[in-house]
């Protein structure tokens, strides 16, 4: 089994997890519904994407209030 022969200084590890930064989402406006919407991917809010409507959208329920 592998073992450490020397420990990993904070330098190396550093360089090492350079990479690993979380990145913000790239938004931009849905040119249909005008909701913001990721680049790249189908409005969550009407479905469009590339000038048609790519996913159907379900519409949503209105919530049972308690139950009985």
Do not use: F, N
Request: include cysteine; charged fraction near 25%; charge should be positive.
């Amino acid at each position: 089994m592998g073992v450490p022969k020397r420990r990993v200084s904070h330098a190396r590890q550093g360089e090492r997890r350079a990479h690993l930064a979380l990145t913000t989402p790239q938004l931009e406006d849905c040119p249909h519904c005008h909701a913001t919407k990721r680049s790249h991917h189908a409005c969550p809010t009407c479905g469009w994407y590339g000038g048609r409507e790519a996913v159907r959208i379900r519409a949503q329920r209105p919530a049972e209030s308690g139950r009985s």
